[in-house]
């Protein structure tokens, strides 16, 4: 059994407290990730979108990659080669990803996203942004600016987590 996907809410909601600063410890990853999963759903419930969530989320991460192999894009999916092998060739044949052969191996394809592609998730973007927007123009100006700031920071959080670690010598 694979683990769900990052997006996926996970576990019973926890209560709220009142305070955002109560959640600093160890589960403010998970109250975070959970909000996260749940506007994200939120967004994607009230839009149509041009291609499955599944795909949707395969084609960011490929975009997010540059190129990847089929099976580094699977264990980053948590799922099986063939399993991926199918969702891209999904992704291919509707012209949003295409595959190259891979110069450090002629055995294996790297699979890109194309500007089709690019388009699509720009689109699929600013629809779902579109259809969350009536929730944030019930906050208030500082309620809009914090969560401005927030972005900021968590745009950070995810250039570092990018970032390659590197060993430090004494």
Do not use: W
Request: glycine share 6%; aromatic share 2%.
């Amino acid at each position: 059994m694979t683990p769900p996907p990052a997006t996926e809410d996970v576990g019973a909601p926890r209560e709220q407290t009142g305070s955002a600063h109560e959640s600093t410890g160890p589960t403010l990853g998970s109250d975070l990730l959970s909000v996260v999963a749940r506007i994200n759903r939120l967004a994607t419930q009230r839009v149509r979108l041009p291609l499955p969530v599944a795909q949707g989320r395969l084609l960011s991460m490929i975009e997010d990659q540059g190129e990847a192999r089929i099976s580094d894009l699977a264990a980053l999916d948590h799922c099986s080669q063939p399993t991926m092998t199918t969702q891209v060739r999904r992704l291919e044949d509707a012209g949003l990803v295409t595959r190259t052969v891979d110069p450090g191996d002629a055995r294996a394809v790297l699979i890109r996203i194309t500007p089709a592609g690019v388009q699509t998730l720009k689109q699929v973007r600013a629809d779902r942004g579109a259809a969350f927007d009536p929730y944030l123009e019930r906050l208030d100006e500082s309620e809009r600016e914090t969560l401005a700031d927030a972005v900021v920071v968590l745009r950070r959080l995810l250039a570092d987590a990018a970032a390659p670690t590197r060993k430090t010598t004494d």
